[in-house]
């Protein structure tokens, strides 16, 4: 028991050594890391209060931002590509470098050491061969060389060596090869590395004969390389397959969360259950819970409109009883008509808070909807036109869409004699233009009114009654669907109406 204390003794107290040193040499390093920023930063300082440094370091800024500028546009801009690129990119990095490090160090240096030894075994032939002059065809050093060494040695009569052939621009092994025998032979020499795939052949000018030595390319040269770039890039590959398939996993409930957003800000109905890495499960919960309390304020707000619509609709229902008692007259006359303006102003009011909230999508034919509001414009002396393209069925809210077009086809003829009508259904979007030849709007006032209760009796005539809410009313459904209504100078010379709600 004491041996075992003093040797756990012994390890705490090596630990604590250890534990000591370490935080002694990362206070160390901080301390130089603090110490060499400081000095970049006052450099830095010292430098930026000259004029030329200034302006280089302007002009830096300036090409930094151009980059940067230029980065974005070509830079994919989708998270499932950008993610790709982040694993892809240092992988083929490092397996170019890994590649690179290979080729130039252990590949050149295996062929050199094998040409070297090829060369050695060269040099020991032709020793041999002038050491023992009774062998004159140098059979016996051919048998040696086949048996020993695994070379095929000939002696051709004495002539001259063939021409030089064309090397090919990156030959690791000719280069080697042709540099030891130059080093250890030193005798005039030929080679041949390109003729044939497995074999090589070298011809030595000797005093008496000719030296033929065939060998194969396996005994001067690396030829095994190609199997460790192929299961790299095989294994890379693989990885690249793994890594496609794991993203794919991580951002399919990314996008599921972005097309549930975007489906209820069109005001369509949302099932959506939070999927994936904790932090996109928390986007989901997020994204859910703003889902109900949007919705709770909504229910909210129309429970509390359907109450005061119900006070003041019984309000005007006792005026109405009240003044069918009393004798008709110009006083009762006019109160009837107040009457009546202020019941068309309070659904006009109760449709803009409400904003048709409640409707759910469905497939509406934009033509047909369309057409009766040409039909109506028509009947009350309006020439009207309609040009409809594409597939007129779309999914919209289809009393909230109808409110809407009516608004705006009810003030082109209000303020119009002539209205036309288009819609262009494509891919994407619904396109509904409304000109008509009135008076228009002011450039600078197209904005001012779709605020609430803004009437432009400059622009507009105002012996014509109403509340100011049309154009607000009509903005608020097509935001609703995900879209936007803006306002143009029409070709017709009035004002141009055009909404565009995602399909």
């Known amino acids: 028991m004491n041996t075992l204390r003093a040797v756990a003794a012994a390890i705490g107290r090596m630990f604590v050594a250890i534990a000591r040193a370490v935080a002694f040499v990362s206070r160390a390093l901080w301390s130089v890391l603090s110490a060499i920023w400081g000095v970049v930063g006052t450099v830095f300082g010292l430098l930026a209060g000259l004029p030329g440094i200034r302006s280089v370091l302007a002009q830096f800024r300036m090409w930094d931002q151009r980059v940067s500028r230029w980065l974005n546009r070509v830079l994919p801009k989708r998270l499932y590509t950008r993610a790709l690129m982040i694993i892809i990119v240092p992988m083929v990095l490092l397996q170019a470098v890994v590649a690179y490090v290979f080729m130039e ?210 309000i005007l229902t006792r005026f109405r009883l009240s003044l069918a008692f009393q004798p008709d007259s110009p006083e009762t006359e006019n109160m009837k008509r107040d009457i009546d303006e202020m019941s068309k102003m309070l659904e006009a009011y109760l449709a803009f808070a409400r904003g048709e909230a409640s409707e759910s999508p469905a497939p509406t034919d934009i033509r047909q909807l369309l057409e009766d509001f040409r039909t109506d414009a028509e009947r009350t002396g309006h020439i009207a036109a309609l040009q409809v393209e594409g597939d007129p069925v779309v999914s919209v809210r289809p009393q909230a869409f109808r409110r809407l077009l009516g608004n705006l086809v009810a003030n082109a003829a209000r303020y119009g004699d002539h209205i036309e009508i288009r819609a262009v259904h494509d891919d994407r979007y619904l396109t509904v233009t409304v000109d008509d030849d009135g008076p228009g709007i002011p450039e600078d006032m197209r904005e001012e009114v779709f605020k609430p209760f803004l009437r432009l009796d400059a622009a507009r005539n105002q012996d014509h009654p109403g509340t100011g809410l049309g154009l607000a009313i009509a903005r608020d459904i097509a935001r609703g669907h995900g879209g936007d209504i803006v306002l143009e100078e029409s070709p017709l010379g009035g004002l141009r109406a055009r909404v565009k709600v995602p399909a």
């Open 105 to 314: 160090r252990h590949w050149q240096s295996v062929t050199a050491r094998l040409s070297a030894s090829l060369s050695q075994d060269i040099a020991a032939l032709i020793d041999f061969y002038e050491q023992f002059p009774q062998d004159v065809e140098g059979r016996r050093l051919a048998q040696i060389a086949e048996k020993r060494l695994g070379l095929d040695v000939d002696f051709l009569p004495l002539e001259p060596l063939p021409p030089p052939l064309e090397k090919p621009f990156f030959d690791i092994l000719d280069q080697a090869l042709s540099a030891e025998l130059r080093t250890r032979i030193k005798r005039p020499f030929w080679l041949d590395t390109v003729g044939s795939s497995s074999v090589l052949e070298v011809r030595i000018l000797l005093d008496r004969a000719m030296m033929r030595v065939t060998a194969r390319r396996s005994q001067a040269y690396a030829s095994n390389s190609h199997i460790f770039l192929a299961w790299m890039a095989g294994s890379s590959l693989v990885l690249i397959v793994v890594s496609i398939l794991l993203l794919r996993n991580q951002i399919r409930p990314i996008l599921r969360l972005a097309e549930a957003a975007e489906a209820f800000g069109k005001g369509r109905d949302v099932q959506f259950r939070p999927r994936g890495a904790r932090e996109v499960r928390q986007a989901g919960l997020a994204f859910l819970e703003m889902k109900n309390r949007i919705e709770r304020a909504i229910e909210q707000r129309t429970t509390m409109l359907n109450g005061v619509s119900h006070d003041l609709r019984t």
